[in-house]
């Protein structure tokens, strides 16, 4: 039978045995990581929900500050005008710093992007990208890990001022130097 003493050393077993080993962050770490995103696109009173992926770079100068760069695109259904596209494409480049609070096997960060967007549905459109997000990141491995990350975008220069907010769940792999 199970008592709860047995049951507690079982659980303890499998936490520890399916916990990550050796992970960390270091000096001059490499971060390549792929996202998945939900993307919501707030315009001029409409909203649109919409999918998108992001590439994203990332070197860290120590345990807690790293430089990013990221590329994304992002589409939104939209009504067509004329048998237009039924489709809001957003395309982005970013760069930034990200602030990792810890360095543990959850790391809670924070970061800050800047760059270009360009809209594209019935004509081009190109703006500014002002990026701020914050996340969690789970080292699975010193290799390995898995993130989820909000963040709020704003295109400024874009007509009637859009807004994004982006919930993404990333594979990030690290190679440390």
Avoid: C, K
Avoid at 10 to 39: H, M, N, T
Avoid at 46 to 54: K, M, T, W
Avoid at 117 to 146: I, Y
């Amino acid at each position: 039978m199970w008592t709860s003493r047995t049951f507690a050393l079982v659980v303890g077993a499998l936490i520890a045995g399916g916990s990550p080993r050796g992970a960390g962050a270091f000096d001059e770490e490499l971060q390549l990581g792929l996202d998945v995103a939900y993307a919501h696109e707030s315009t001029g009173g409409e909203a649109q929900p919409g999918v998108g992926v992001r590439l994203r770079f990332r070197y860290g100068l120590n345990d807690m500050f790293a430089i990013a760069f990221a590329l994304g695109w992002a589409g939104h259904p939209v009504g067509t005008e004329a048998g237009g596209s039924p489709i809001r494409h957003v395309a982005t480049t970013e760069v930034g710093a990200v602030y990792a609070f810890d360095v543990e096997r959850i790391v809670p960060y924070v970061s800050v992007l800047i760059g270009a967007a360009f809209r594209h549905h019935e004509s081009n459109e190109a703006a500014f990208s002002v990026d701020l997000g914050g996340g969690l990141d789970w080292l699975l491995t010193s290799g390995f890990s898995l993130g989820l990350e909000v963040a709020y975008q704003i295109l400024v220069g874009a007509e009637e001022l859009p807004t994004r907010l982006l919930v993404s769940l990333r594979l990030n792999w690290h190679r440390a130097p």
